[in-house]
T-cell receptor, first 116, second 111 residues
Framework: GAVVSQHPSRVICKSGTSVKIECRSL??????MFWYRQFPKQSLMLMAT?????????EQGVEKDKFLINHASLTLSTLTVASAHPEDSSFYIC????????????FGPGTRLTVL | SQKIEQNSEALNIQEGKTATLTCNYT??????LQWYRQDPGRGPVFLLL?????KEKRKERLKVTFDTTLKQSLFHITASQPADSATYLC??????????FGTGTQLKVEL
């Protein structure tokens, strides 16, 4: 149990386009979902925390108008990178935690974004 | 400022030996600490959680210690196997359910 999926796993796009990444909890209801970004050889950096039905809380330095997060249901959160540029190229990973449990986060497999 | 430090140099050990990885932190009072495994191009996979009032936790070949006085956690893999080769991340719980990750230590287990 506690499986989190992400789609797509890999995306290549031209500069200026918007990219949507989906994060789904497949077999549990996720009260909170988290979005991270990881550059090569670096740690995961938390971008934002989202709770179902409410606005996401963004970390300092993360532009909310550029990284749009929608947490429409207890099993789905989406991250849209608006007008992506090459510096947005990174590995984006979501995680989900459930209502019952010890606050453990279950991570998705990640999405590799390459902006040309 | 808050810091989580893991040895950035890769740890190379022989199969069958015990691997020990270190996580040091400053300016935190974490309620718990977690260890994750990450393979290249994949998301982290949860391994173990240890709470502030626990000294040691075990799971199969894995052992984690947590010294809140030293502000350090040690992660041990006994009888290591080549399949244990990966990057291991420690993470501390911050405000709310937020986790802050260390940069990870790459472990290579050689035959």
């Amino acid at each position: 149990g506690a499986v989190v999926s992400q789609h797509p796993s890999r995306v290549i796009c031209k500069s200026g386009t918007s990219v949507k990444i989906e994060c789904r909890s497949l077999d549990f209801q996720a009260t909170t979902m988290f979005w991270y970004r990881q550059f090569p050889k670096q740690s995961l950096m938390l971008m934002a925390t989202s709770n179902e039905g409410s606005k996401a809380t963004y970390e300092q330095g993360v532009e909310k108008d550029k990284f749009l997060i929608n947490h429409a249901s207890l099993t789905l959160s989406t991250l849209t990178v608006a007008s992506a540029h090459p510096e947005d190229s990174s590995f984006y990973i979501c995680s989900a935690s459930r209502l019952a449990g010890n606050n453990e986060q279950f991570f998705g497999p990640g999405t590799r974004l390459t902006v040309l | 400022s808050q810091k989580i430090e893991q040895n950035s140099e890769a740890l190379n050990i022989q199969e069958g030996k015990t691997a020990t990885l270190t996580c040091n932190y400053t300016n935190y009072s974490p309620a718990y600490l977690q260890w994750y495994r990450q393979d290249p191009g994949r998301g982290p996979v949860f391994l173990l959680l240890i709470r502030e009032n626990e000294k040691e936790k075990r799971k199969e070949r894995l052992k984690v210690t947590f010294d809140t006085t030293l502000k350090q956690s040690l992660f041990h893999i006994t009888a290591s196997q080549p399949a244990d080769s990966a990057t291991y991340l420690c993470a501390l719980k911050g405000g709310g359910n937020k986790l802050t990750f260390g940069t990870g230590t790459q472990l290579k287990v050689e035959l």
